[in-house]
C-alpha cells in the first residue's frame, strides 16, 4: 500500500503515492499488455495477424519500475519485479549470454547491487522474500548443528527413524508418501518445486499438519511420531 507513518511529512506521504502510481502503471505495462491488445483486436473486429498495438510494453515497465524504485526504495516487492521484467526484456532481445558476450551489463545484477545499496537486501545472492534486518545479523553459511537441541535430538535417533521408514516402505512401498517435487509448489517450498534436487528420490510423509497429529500416518510410523509428541529437544508438534 501506499500508507505512510503517523509521524510522516505531506512531502514523504505524497511521494509515497506517487511511488505506489509509478509501480501500478509498471505493471499495467508488464502483465496487461497482450490482454489489451487482445482485448482491442477483438472489438475492431482485426484478423489474429494483426499487430499487437504498441499502446502497453515491457520496456517501458522498466521505467515506471525505476521510478518506484528511487520514490520509495523500501518497498521489496518494486525491486523484484523490477529486475524480473528486466529479465524477460533481456531474453526477448536475444538471451542473457548473447548480451554478456557483447559486452553488454548485467542489468538484471545491477538493479540487485542497487538494492542491496538501498538496505533492501544484505547480499545480491539472498533476497529473501521477507527480511527481518535483527535477524539477519545473526545469518551465517553454516551453523553448529551441536547447539540445537532440535538438531541433537534428531541426529541421537536418526537410526531408528530410517529404519522404521524403510520398513513402511517395504512393507507398503510408496503409497502412503507424497511426492515432494509434486506438491512443492502448493506448499510454498521452492527448493523442492525448482528442480534443485536433481538427484535421488524424495518422498515424504505428513505426521503433523498445522498442529495436529495425523492419526493414520502416525499408526505407520509410531516410533517417529511418539518423538515429535515428545518434549525432547523442543521436538513437541502437537
Not at 510410523?221 to 518423538?227: F, S, V
Request: overall charge positive; glycine content about 10%.
Amino acid at each position: 500500500g501506499a500508507g505512510a507513518g503517523a509521524g510522516a511529512t505531506p512531502h514523504a506521504c505524497l511521494q509515497r503515492l506517487e511511488a505506489a502510481m509509478e509501480l501500478n502503471l509498471a505493471l499495467l505495462h508488464d502483465f496487461c499488455g497482450d490482454a489489451f491488445c487482445g482485448e482491442a483486436e477483438g472489438a475492431s473486429g482485426a484478423s489474429s495477424s494483426a499487430k499487437p498495438s504498441p499502446a502497453l510494453r515491457p520496456e517501458t515497465a522498466l521505467q515506471h519500475y525505476a521510478r518506484a524504485a528511487h520514490l520509495d526504495g523500501a518497498d521489496r516487492r518494486v525491486w523484484q519485479l523490477w529486475a524480473a521484467c528486466s529479465r524477460r526484456c533481456r531474453g526477448q532481445r536475444g538471451g542473457t549470454r548473447a548480451a554478456s558476450a557483447a559486452g553488454a551489463p548485467d542489468v538484471v545484477a545491477e538493479i540487485h547491487q542497487q538494492a542491496v545499496a538501498r538496505g533492501v537486501w544484505l547480499r545480491v545472492e539472498q533476497r529473501p522474500l521477507q527480511l527481518v534486518p535483527a535477524l539477519a545479523l545473526l545469518a551465517m553459511p553454516w551453523h553448529d548443528a551441536s547447539g540445537s537441541p532440535v538438531c541433537v535430538a534428531l541426529a541421537r535417533h536418526f537410526v531408528d527413524i530410517k529404519e522404521e521408514v524403510l520398513a513402511l516402505i517395504a512393507a507398503e512401498g510408496t503409497q502412503p508418501f507424497g511426492h515432494a517435487r509434486a506438491g512443492a509448489a502448493a506448499r510454498g517450498l521452492a527448493v523442492l518445486a525448482g528442480g534443485q534436487l536433481a538427484r535421488g528420490k524424495w518422498l515424504d510423509i505428513s505426521l503433523f499438519t498445522n498442529g495436529r497429529r495425523h492419526e493414520a500416518n502416525a499408526a505407520r510410523l509410531p516410533l517417529t511420531a511418539a518423538l515429535l509428541a515428545s518434549d525432547e529437544g523442543g521436538l513437541r508438534r502437537d
